[in-house]
């Protein structure tokens, strides 16, 4: 069966072209990482286009733009390829790196196809610059063919695994030995494929990028539904999913620090809420420094924080919490041009052997919360005896601001 490669390379630039806008008017709906990955994206699918077109018209036009055009089109589109899908996995998108590769492999593309034409030549060329691009890729995607992987990155594996494979068999017909037969539309093997592939791969690295991408939105919702906006901290549905995980581990040492910064109404009242969440945002710097790895902090709600520390028996976190309060009251602040002194009550608690009810916890570290701010603030409290002679922990009023 006859294979006009010129047409297969013109339906592949059909389908990059038809692709491409449909991306580019997708990135209306999206911001940051996700709208410029996008938008690299369509761009290389118009790269594509034209660079296919080019190779398809091979015989026709001057080989000044089948070739050497055609090819560092190629190149520009393998680079943005590679930058596309490293923003989008979140490792260094190494840009300087990716425009040296391609100006590399383009300029000895082109000194072989114009001053020294040797048609083997440029095929290694191009093999070596595809596979280091092809390698800055399967490198942060090597976690993917791990069990429990991302189903999205295997599938772009897969796209660039066969890519790969693509590149090989026409390299291999150029091995020792082997009589080459000059040109892209020439039906070798190698060659059959490699343009059957190529025909193919927009569409097929399109929706690997798409499942990629989508995955990656779904990471970030629910980052986001578990966090405070303004902290960066924990919300309180991410401290609750956190405590009963801990307590699911089974009945290890486990502390809680309840947190409240003394008089906050005060400093919205006087210097309005952009005041308060500058102090907010001062204090979580402050205590998340301090805290170990492993430590938890997250923000109950309003001026209220909640510490988990998991390990730390009584001493250990009376001994963190009174150096937390130190430090926060060490802190220098200035709010409209006025010092601002900060202070925290922290109230204290640890799960009780065989306790099984992370509630109950955490309303005891807000009874000694209440007792601290009772006793005069800025200090750290432990909950009152009764609360443990007795098994109770019903809640108490809300500590006073």
Same mark, same amino acid.
């Given at each position: 069966? %006859? ?6 390379a013109?339906?592949g ?14 990135t ?7 709208r ?8 290389v ?12 018209l ?24 590679a ?6 996995l ?14 590399a492999?383009w ?13 083997a ?6 093999t070596?610059?595809?596979?280091v ?5 399967l490198?942060?995607?090597r ?26 068999l026409?390299?291999r017909?150029?091995a ?30 399109s ?7 989508n ?6 919702l ?20 956190? @405590?009963?995980?801990l307590?699911?581990a ?12 003394? %008089? ?7 210097h309005g %809420?952009a005041?308060g969440?500058?102090v ?5 710097a402050?205590?998340?420094?301090r805290?170990?790895a ?15 520390l ?13 150096? @937390? ?9 200035a709010?409209?041009?006025?010092p601002?002194?900060?202070t925290l009550?922290?109230g ?5 052997p %065989?306790?099984?009810?992370?509630a ?14 009772r ?8 909950p ?10 019903g809640?108490?009023p809300?500590?006073?601001?």
């Amino acid at each position: 069966m %006859h294979i006009d490669l010129a047409t297969v390379a013109l339906l592949g630039a059909l389908q990059a072209l038809l692709l491409a806008p449909l991306l580019l008017a997708a990135t209306r709906a999206y911001g940051g990482v996700a709208r410029a990955s996008l938008r690299i994206w369509g761009s290389v699918l118009l790269l594509q286009a034209l660079g296919w077109v080019l190779l398809g018209l091979r015989g026709r036009i001057s080989d000044w733009i089948s070739v050497v055009l055609a090819n560092g089109v190629l190149m520009a589109s393998y680079a943005g390829t590679a930058l596309a899908l490293r923003l989008l996995l979140g490792v260094p998108p190494r840009r300087s790196l990716l425009a040296a590769i391609g100006l590399a492999g383009w300029l000895g593309i082109a000194w072989f196809a114009v001053v020294a034409p040797d048609y083997a030549m440029r095929v290694y060329i191009a093999t070596l610059s595809l596979g280091v691009y092809l390698a800055m890729l399967l490198w942060p995607l090597r976690h993917a063919a791990r069990r429990g992987g991302s189903i999205a990155q295997r599938v772009m594996l897969l796209v660039l695994l066969a890519a790969a494979a693509g590149w090989l068999l026409r390299l291999r017909e150029l091995a020792p030995g082997a009589v080459p037969r000059p040109g892209l539309l020439v039906a070798t093997p190698g060659n059959v494929a490699q343009m059957i592939y190529g025909a193919l791969e927009p569409v097929l690295a399109s929706i690997g990028f798409l499942l990629m991408y989508n995955e990656a939105a779904q990471a970030e919702l629910r980052r986001l539904a578990r966090t405070d906006p303004l902290t960066g901290t924990l919300n309180r549905l991410a401290l609750d999913e956190e @405590l009963a995980r801990l307590f699911r581990a089974g009945p290890a040492a486990l502390a809680v620090l309840m947190l409240d910064v003394d %008089h906050f109404k005060r400093i919205n009242d006087r210097h309005g %809420h952009a005041g308060g969440d500058r102090v907010l945002t001062a204090l979580v710097a402050c205590v998340g420094a301090r805290l170990r790895a492993g430590d938890v902090l997250g923000r109950v709600g309003g001026e209220e924080f909640l510490v988990l520390l998991p390990g730390a028996d009584l001493a250990a976190a009376l001994a963190l919490a009174e150096a @937390l309060r130190g430090a926060v009251a060490g802190l220098h602040m200035a709010l409209d041009g006025e010092p601002q002194a900060i202070t925290l009550s922290l109230g204290v608690a640890v799960r009780q052997p %065989h306790e099984d009810d992370p509630a109950a916890l955490v309303r005891r570290a807000d009874r000694a919360l209440y007792a601290a701010k009772r006793e005069g603030r800025n200090r750290v409290a432990v909950p009152p005896p009764e609360a443990l002679a007795d098994g109770r922990d019903g809640t108490e009023p809300s500590p006073p601001p």
